[in-house]
């Protein structure tokens, strides 16, 4: 007897099946939100720089790890940098400094089509610090209200050359650590043409805005991208922007030196975020009728060289088991596969329904 594919016990002798209306529901769209470091950690409290970056990249940006560079394990976590839109503060002559490009750069991307100046609370702002989240870390977006950042205030004389290789850190001994969170709790903001914009204010997520609340700058949860107001951050933090032209005041490290300092003065002053994912699934009942799928295409089906069953009774009782779905498109190229929990019974005398969930 002649191996007989499966499906094939009516006249159509059919491997595939389509889908038949009502054979494919889109199910709805579910939230999903983990710690946005690695191993889904939600709360980073150890930060190291990178032996690997040069000193020209430096003048642009440090990459942020969660450990030492070289350690194999390590995964960047965030980018830190500075923008001035004159320019002041780093090598160069205005728009050819690496701190007009940054400023100019973020400004191009944040801010609307007629604004190209920094501004919190109403406030101008020519020079910003800006925190740019992993992608790999931020999935679709940053979780609003999930999100506390915790700056250590500068002694202003020196600053660490890595904090947690050894060095010292100069934090002022009172109001040593300063919480910083997005207000999407207290204020409804309004969606702009890259995402909804949140105000990064002074609180914690325990406690809410503190009242009253100070301005530190602005979170854009969709970009990943939080930017700090420098102007603030040299009133409250003593960070001691260093401004003019054509020199390196390497202001990147200050915010640096601010984030790890305040998690050597407690462990608990980390940089807490979660992000989000909205998960979209369609349901697909792939349905095999009692006629059809009771044979197999594998060897050990038939036995000889005429194709002749291996168990005799199959021929008036033929038995399969169903393990695995597999999803095809029109060109009968597989797209998806869907394993069962167990093997399931496929005879003549019953039918198999498979609801087969996809996420995407």
């Keep these: 007897m002649a191996i007989l594919p499966a499906g ?7 491997v595939y099946t389509a889908f ?13 939100t983990r710690g946005l470091w690695s191993g889904n950690v939600g709360t980073l409290t150890t930060f190291f720089t990178s032996s690997a970056q040069s000193d020209t990249q430096k003048q642009y940006y440090y990459e942020i790890f969660d450990k030492v560079s070289t350690d194999a394990t390590s995964e960047s976590q965030f980018s830190i940098t500075y923008g001035h839109n004159d320019g002041s503060g780093s090598l160069g002559q205005n ?8 400023y100019s750069q973020y400004a191009q991307i944040l801010l609307p089509d007629n604004q190209r100046i920094f501004s919190f609370n109403d406030v101008a702002s020519q020079h910003i610090y800006a925190i740019n989240l992993n992608r790999a870390r931020l999935k679709d977006r940053l979780d609003p209200g ?8 500068l002694d202003g004389t020196a600053i660490a050359n890595n904090v947690n290789t050894g060095s010292n850190v100069h934090i002022h001994s009172s109001n040593l650590v300063h919480e910083l969170i997005d207000d999407s709790g207290d204020t409804q903001q309004a969606a702009t043409q890259i995402g909804r914009v949140y105000n990064l204010v002074s609180g914690s997520i325990l406690n809410g805005v503190h009242s009253p609340k100070t301005y530190y700058g602005q979170v854009y949860p969709e970009q990943g991208v939080i930017v700090l107001n420098a102007d603030t951050l040299n009133t409250k933090l003593n960070f001691g ?3 003019g032209s054509n020199i390196n005041g390497d202001n990147a490290f200050k915010l640096y030196t601010s984030l790890s300092g305040s998690a050597v003065i407690n462990a608990n002053n980390g940089f807490a975020a979660r992000n989000e994912e ?9 349905r095999a009728k009692n006629g059809e799928y009771n044979f197999s295409n594998n060897p050990s089906y038939t036995s000889g060289s005429n194709g002749a069953f291996a ?3 199959f021929a008036n009782n033929p038995k399969s088991y169903i393990t695995t779905v597999g999803l095809y498109n029109s060109s009968q190229e597989l797209l998806a596969v869907a394993k069962l929990s167990k093997p399931i019974l496929k005879s003549f005398s019953n039918e198999v329904l498979v609801k087969v969930k996809l996420d995407f």
Excluded: C
Excluded at 146 to 153: A, D, I
Excluded at 278 to 286: A, E, K, M
């Design 241 to 243: 922007t260093v401004t």
């Design 311 to 313: 168990q005799p009774t």
């Design 278 to 286: 909205r998960v979209q699934s369609t349901f697909y009942f792939v």
């Design 20 to 32: 038949k209306v009502g054979d494919v529901v889109e199910g709805g769209v579910e939230k999903v």
């Design 95 to 102: 728009e050819d400094s690496p701190s007009n490009a940054i």
């Design 8 to 14: 094939s016990f009516n006249t159509s002798k059919r």
């Design 146 to 153: 999930n999100f506390e950042l915790t700056l250590g205030k």
